[in-house]
């Protein structure tokens, strides 16, 4: 069964800090897809970045980083330097390299940025 | 260029009563899935359509719960008898053929049943 974990139910950080917030997945395909999406608190998700399961190759986007460990099952997304604007919940998905590619979700991590 | 839509934005009614949620697909795009967020947790697939079809609807919960995309764009989320436990954001996402493609997710609406 594809499973998607997300530890963390809330991180709270000072604007400025850095921060990771953790995903762990399971699944038995060799080909699979992840997600991070961001949902604020106007609801909609963001799509953030999607990888594939044969691409490990770490990312970087202005203050975001992630880092795709096939070895750990782990998508770790970064922020650097965090802003206040960065305060939403946030979203790992994975996703089935076959049928309908629906997504699994995890169940999110809320990140309060402080000023 | 435009982006998923979904009305209403927000639905209340009682228990027992009729909905119809609507999703607007971003434009060329074939597939089309409906999610259920309820609160605190991550969205849960409903239904995929691919085109006019219905390629999976294994997520929906029961038969109260259908959904039509009659010309292969605007689909409708259609709950009878909706119960209190039916109350949660319906997200609606679109991408271009299904396959790997990423999905783009609409604003959801927000089902509250009293």
């Known amino acids: 069964a594809q499973k998607v974990t997300q530890a963390q139910t809330e991180i709270s950080v000072v604007e400025k800090e850095d921060v990771t917030l953790d995903c762990v997945y399971e699944?038995?395909?060799?080909?699979?897809?992840l997600f991070w999406y961001k949902q604020p608190p106007s609801g909609e998700l963001v799509f953030l970045i999607r990888?594939?399961?044969?691409?490990?190759q770490n990312e970087i986007s202005g203050r975001y980083s992630w880092n795709f460990q096939k070895s750990t099952s782990s998508f770790n997304f970064t922020i650097t330097a965090s802003q206040v604007v960065d305060s939403a919940v946030y979203f790992c998905?994975?996703?089935?390299?076959?049928?309908?590619?629906?997504?699994?979700f995890g169940t999110g991590t809320r990140l309060k940025v402080l000023a | 260029g435009a982006g998923v839509s979904q009305t209403p934005s927000n639905k209340v009614t009682e228990k027992g009563k009729y909905v119809e949620l609507r999703c607007d697909p971003i434009s060329g795009h074939t597939a089309l899935y409906w999610y259920r967020q309820s609160l605190g947790q991550g969205p849960e697939f409903l239904i995929y359509f691919q085109g006019t079809g219905a390629a999976d609807d294994s997520g929906l919960p029961n038969d109260r719960f259908f959904a039509v995309r009659p010309e292969g764009s605007v689909s409708t989320l259609k709950i009878q008898r909706t119960e209190r436990g039916d109350s949660a954001v319906y997200l609606c996402?679109?991408?271009?053929?299904?396959?790997?493609?990423?999905?783009?997710f609409g604003p959801g609406t927000r089902l509250t049943v009293l």
């Open positions: 699944t038995r395909d060799t080909t699979y897809y």
């Open positions: 990888r594939n399961s044969f691409d490990e």
């Open positions: 996402a679109s991408s271009p053929r299904g396959s790997e493609d990423t999905q783009y």
């Open positions: 998905a994975l996703s089935e390299a076959r049928g309908t590619y629906k997504y699994i």
